[in-house]
């Protein structure tokens, strides 16, 4: 199917956050970004177009891409909403948490175990998914929904893409979230009272 805040100040403007899209990605990916077609939802357009820009950094179909500052700038436009996951020997922990999402969750999670709790019920499903994709080396699609007391739910589409060190170990996730819903206000994270796992997809 075909469809990184730890840096040196020098290398630190790769990861920031452009004020105006890239009218090219623009031109691929503009519209409703959500497609359905008779009750099937193939996804946010916006997630299919970073798997392609995954796809395109492969060597090996067999292996993750290697990571690298230079894939940066090509991920430009997803920055906003993605995160940067790395692995140590007390677990796995966010080092990069876009704007567009902490905007969205009130909260910036740098720094911070996946584990923790911080994400809500949400919190144990997101550690347990980056693990297997970083014990696979397979891309996840994965579609939630977040529900709130005294709101409707918050719908969640989220992308994990693994990464390998020119050493060959796996020690770096990056993700992308969507979320789609009404009243996020300050706080609304707070109000999860459920995070329910519609389904998780591996894409080869």
């Known amino acids: 199917m075909s469809v990184a805040q730890s840096f040196t100040a020098d290398l630190a403007k790769l ?13 691929g990916i503009a519209g409703d970004y959500a497609w359905s077609f008779g009750g099937y939802n193939p996804g946010d357009q916006r997630l299919w177009s970073l798997y392609e820009a995954w796809l395109r950094q492969q ?4 292996l993750p891409p290697v990571w690298s500052l230079d894939i940066v700038p090509d991920l430009a436009f997803w920055l906003p909403n ?12 966010f080092t ?22 911080l994400l809500g019920p949400g919190s144990e499903r997101i550690n347990t ?9 397979k891309v996840m699609w994965s579609d939630d929904e977040l529900r709130r007391r005294g709101a409707s739910p918050v719908v969640s589409e989220r992308l994990t893409l693994p990464f390998i060190e020119a050493d060959g170990r796996s020690t ?20 999860i009272t459920r995070f329910v796992n519609i389904r ?4 080869d």
């Not at 990861?15 to 031109?27: D, H, K, Q, R």
């Not at 993605?82 to 922990?93: I, L, N, Q, T």
């Not at 567009?100 to 584990?115: K, S």
Request: net charge negative; proline share 4%; with cysteine.
């Open 200 to 203: 998780n997809t591996v894409l």
């Open 96 to 117: 990069r948490f876009g704007s567009g999402l902490i905007r969205a969750m009130g909260v910036d999670l740098t720094g911070r175990h996946i584990a923790s709790g």
């Open 15 to 27: 990861y920031s956050e452009p004020a105006v899209i890239n009218p090219l990605v623009a031109a």
């Open 129 to 137: 998914d980056c693990l297997q994709v970083r014990e696979t080396g």
């Open 172 to 191: 770096r996730l990056v993700g992308c979230i969507y979320l789609h819903g009404m009243g996020m206000s300050p706080g609304w994270l707070g109000a």
């Open 59 to 62: 060597v090996s179909a067999d």
């Open 82 to 93: 993605m995160f940067e996951v790395k692995f140590s020997e007390d677990g796995a922990h």
